[in-house]
C-alpha cells in the first residue's frame, strides 16, 4: 500500500502534500488541479508520463517539475512516482521569488521541461529532506504548516541550484541567469498581450539585442521565437484539452482575426488548427 501525507487548511485554501504513488493518490488530493509538482522517480527503472501531450522519460533518481498551466498524464505511468505538491494558498513562489528564484528555472519556463538528476551528495541530501518531511507529518502541533512550508523552501532552493548547474545556463553568470529566468517568466505571464521582444526588453530595462545576444549563448532559439513558441503551445493545450472551436481559441490568445491566427497556427506548426485537432 502506498504512503499519502496530506497539509489542508479548508479555511486558506491551502494544501501541501507528498505521496510515493501519485497515480494512486490523485483523487485523494483536494485543489490537485491548481497545484505545482515535483514528480520524483524514486524507482530503479525509467518511467514515463505525458506532460501536455508529450511522452517524457524521467530516468532513476530524476525529478521534474510541472505547474497548473500544464495537463500532465499517468496512463502510461507503469511503476509508482512520488510527488511533492502545494498550490499557491500553501507557498506561493511568485510572491516569494526573491527567496527561491525558481521562476524561469523551474517552473514557468518556456524553454524545455525542466529535469533535474541526483545523484550521490545530492541524492542524499534530497532523500534526507524528504525523510525530514515525513517525520514533520508525524508532529501534527500548531506550527506544523509552518515547519512544511520551511522545508519545502529548502527543497525548492536546492532543486533550483540543481537546475542552474546541470541545465544549459551553467554557460553565463548568475547576472546573465537572472535575466534569463525574468524573461522565461515573463513570457509565461503576458504571452496573450505582449508578442515583441521590445516588451519584454523594457520590463527587464534590456535593450532587444542585449536580450537576443544572451539567448544566443544561453539557447539557439531567439526570444522571439520563444515567444511564439509558447503561443503555439497554449493553442496546443486548448486544442487538445478543451472544447473551445478555434475562433474562440484565436480571441483567447488575443488574435483579432480567425483568419490570422490559422495562419500563424501552420506557420509555426505546418498544420492549420483544424487538422491539427483531426490528427490528435
Known amino acids: 500500500m502506498g504512503m499519502r501525507f496530506k497539509f489542508y487548511d479548508a479555511t486558506l485554501g491551502s494544501l ?4 510515493d504513488n501519485f497515480k494512486e493518490d490523485e483523487e485523494h488530493f483536494p485543489l490537485v488541479d491548481s497545484t505545482i509538482k515535483f514528480l520524483w522517480n524514486r524507482n530503479k527503472a525509467p518511467l514515463d508520463i505525458v506532460i501536455d501531450n508529450v511522452h ?7 525529478i521534474i517539475t510541472t505547474t497548473y498551466l500544464q495537463h500532465v498524464s499517468f496512463k502510461s505511468t507503469n511503476l509508482p512516482i512520488t510527488a511533492i505538491l502545494f498550490n499557491r494558498e500553501f507557498y506561493c513562489i511568485v510572491d516569494h ?9 523551474l517552473f514557468f519556463g518556456t524553454q524545455h521541461l525542466p529535469v533535474v538528476s541526483l545523484q550521490d551528495k545530492n541524492l542524499q541530501r534530497f532523500n534526507l529532506l524528504y525523510d525530514i518531511f515525513l517525520e514533520e507529518f508525524g508532529t501534527p502541533d500548531t506550527i506544523q504548516g509552518d515547519m512544511l512550508q520551511m522545508l519545502l523552501k529548502r527543497f525548492i532552493i536546492l532543486a533550483t541550484r540543481l537546475a542552474k548547474e546541470q541545465l544549459e545556463v551553467k554557460k ?9 529566468r525574468k524573461f522565461n517568466y515573463l513570457v509565461d505571464m503576458h504571452y496573450k498581450e505582449k508578442r515583441k521582444v521590445a516588451d519584454y526588453a523594457e520590463l527587464l530595462f534590456k535593450s532587444p539585442k542585449t536580450l537576443s545576444n544572451l539567448f544566443a549563448i ?18 496546443k493545450r486548448l486544442i487538445h484539452f478543451t472544447d473551445k472551436q478555434n475562433q474562440e481559441i484565436a ?9 490570422h491566427f490559422s495562419r500563424f497556427f501552420k506557420k509555426m506548426t505546418t498544420k492549420s488548427p483544424s487538422q491539427y485537432r483531426e490528427s490528435i
Open 16 to 19: 501541501f502534500g507528498i505521496s
Open 56 to 62: 517524457a522519460s524521467l530516468l532513476p533518481n530524476q
Open 251 to 259: 480571441f483567447e490568445l488575443g488574435f483579432n482575426d480567425p483568419a
Open 218 to 235: 544561453y539557447n539557439q532559439k531567439s526570444p522571439q521565437k520563444i515567444i511564439l513558441e509558447r503561443l503555439v503551445l497554449e493553442a
Open 97 to 105: 521569488d526573491s527567496e527561491v528564484s525558481c521562476n524561469g528555472i
Open 172 to 180: 553565463l553568470d548568475n547576472a546573465q541567469i537572472e535575466v534569463i
